[in-house]
C-alpha cells in the first residue's frame, strides 16, 4: 500500500492542489502521521460543537469517527477534492450527524448551536450526505447485531461474506456435512436480518 502522499491530487488544468487535500489522502491509505494530526487538530473542535448541543465526549467522539468513516468511503468510491477547507467539509458531516442522532433521541428537527468559526462555502453543500450518513448507520446497526450473535454464527457468515465455500466453511467448523453447513449459514443469516429489521432504529434508515 503506498503512503499518503505518495499519489498526488492532480488538478485538470494542473493548477496546485489544496493543501488540505492531504487528510484525503491520510484517510484514504490509513497514514497514521496524518490521522494524528486529523484527531489532534479536528477532533477538540468536534467534541466542542456536540457537547454545545447537548451531547457528551463519547457521543462526540462516535460522530467523529463516523464522520471519518463517511470522508473514506465517499474518496475511496470517486475521487474527492477540498477546494477550501478539510475541517468545513468535516464540520457539515458531523453536523448532519449529530442532527439525526437528537431527532432520533426528541422527535423534533433541532436547532443547533453552530460553533464553527469557518465561512461557509460551497464545500458546505455535500451532495447525497443524507444517503451517505444513512449507509453508515445502517453498516453500524449491522455491526452491533452481527456482534450479538454467536461465535459460531459469526464465523459461519463471516468466512461466507469473505467467499468461503460452503465445504471448506463446513471442514473450518467441524460440520458433519456441507448440506448442515448451508443449512446452518441459511439459519444464521435469517437471525441476522430479523434482529436488524426488530430494531427501532431500522424503520428510521429506510
Avoid at 9 to 25: A, F, M, V, W
Avoid at 49 to 63: P, Y
Avoid at 65 to 85: F, H, P, V
Wanted: hydrophobic share 30%.
Amino acid at each position: 500500500m503506498d503512503p499518503a502522499g505518495s499519489k498526488k491530487y492532480q488538478e485538470p488544468n494542473g493548477s496546485q492542489p489544496h493543501l488540505d487535500n492531504r487528510y484525503i489522502q491520510g484517510i484514504i491509505y490509513h497514514n497514521h502521521e496524518l490521522l494524528q494530526e486529523i484527531y489532534k487538530k479536528f477532533l477538540p473542535r468536534i467534541i466542542n460543537f456536540i457537547r454545545s448541543n447537548g451531547g457528551s465526549h463519547h457521543e462526540a467522539l462516535d460522530i467523529f469517527q463516523d464522520g471519518i468513516m463517511i470522508i473514506y468511503k465517499k474518496a475511496t468510491a470517486e475521487e474527492l477534492e477540498i477546494k477550501r477547507s478539510f475541517y468545513n467539509y468535516l464540520y457539515t458531516i458531523c453536523k448532519n450527524l449529530w442532527m439525526r442522532e437528537v431527532e432520533k433521541k426528541k422527535g423534533v428537527t433541532p436547532l443547533l448551536v453552530d460553533t464553527s468559526s469557518t465561512n461557509y462555502n460551497n464545500e458546505t453543500i455535500i451532495p447525497d450526505i443524507d444517503h451517505q450518513i444513512r449507509e453508515q448507520e445502517l453498516y453500524k446497526l449491522y455491526m452491533k447485531k452481527f456482534m450479538a450473535l454467536g461465535k459460531d454464527c459469526q464465523q459461519v457468515l463471516k468466512s461466507f461474506f469473505e467467499g468461503t465455500d460452503m465445504k471448506t466453511i463446513a471442514r473450518k467448523m467441524g460440520y458433519a456435512s456441507e448440506g448442515y453447513a448451508k443449512k446452518r449459514k441459511h439459519l444464521c443469516q435469517k437471525k441476522l436480518i430479523e434482529a436488524i429489521r426488530k430494531d427501532p432504529d431500522y424503520r428510521g434508515l429506510l
